[in-house]
């Protein structure tokens, strides 16, 4: 049985290989920096199979990796690393 917005507890891990890389995305941004993007595959879980049609239910646990192709010069910030302590990155 699924658990709402988790991984069912009869869930299996699937060894993968990846048979073709996928391109990175590049994104243009409204402020003029470019940024390439790409989904990276963690793990797959097999979750059993759909009710309705019989086939496997596969669960994909990925991450994006995301590196700057190209900023503006106004946009970079010349403030000293203490300057910036009271203005965390992530909460």
Known sequence: ???PGGIP????VV???IEK???WSVV???DGSKLEIKMEIVSILRAGNDLN???PLYMVQATNI???KQIPKELVSKKKKDENKSHPMYR
């Open 1 to 3: 049985m699924a658990i």
């Open 9 to 12: 507890e009869d869930a299996e």
């Open 15 to 17: 060894d993968f290989e």
């Open 21 to 23: 890389e996928s391109n």
């Open 28 to 30: 243009k941004l409204a």
């Open 53 to 55: 049609t019989g086939l």
């Open 66 to 68: 995301i590196r700057m």
